[in-house]
């Protein structure tokens, strides 16, 4: 399994940016696809999960301000994170994930840094 995310960068405060991760290997669509960040100083944390339905949730920072999505479409599956009115305390580097529930395994891609300029 091969996760390679892109799209971070530096942005100002109330700007927006998409990320992508493009999973490939034996991905399946039953599979969770999300996203986790890591800011300086701070332990991992989830942003974003979707599973193999559709379902979503988000952490409660950002709610209502990301949106995250799949294509399954394609051997080479695709989760996006869409990124609205950002500020500073959404700097960190973001790392996409790929959870199995049957056997509880992740699978995680380099992190993409985001920069969010006040």
């Known amino acids: 399994v091969q996760l390679q995310a892109s799209g971070g960068g530096l942005v100002q405060a109330g700007g927006s940016l998409r990320l992508s991760c493009a999973a490939s290997?034996?991905?399946?669509?039953?599979?969770?696809m999300g996203w986790w960040r890591q800011a300086p100083g701070k332990q991992r944390e989830l942003v974003a999960r979707i599973n193999g339905g559709g379902s979503t949730n988000y952490a409660d920072s950002v709610k209502g301000r990301f949106t995250i999505s799949r294509d399954n479409a394609n051997a080479k599956k695709m989760v996006y994170l869409q990124m609205n009115s950002l500020s500073p305390e959404d700097t960190a580097v973001y790392h996409c994930n790929v959870h199995r529930d049957v056997t509880n395994i992740n699978y995680w891609g380099q992190g993409t840094l985001v920069t969010v300029s006040s």
């Open positions: 290997g034996s991905i399946f669509s039953i599979d969770s």
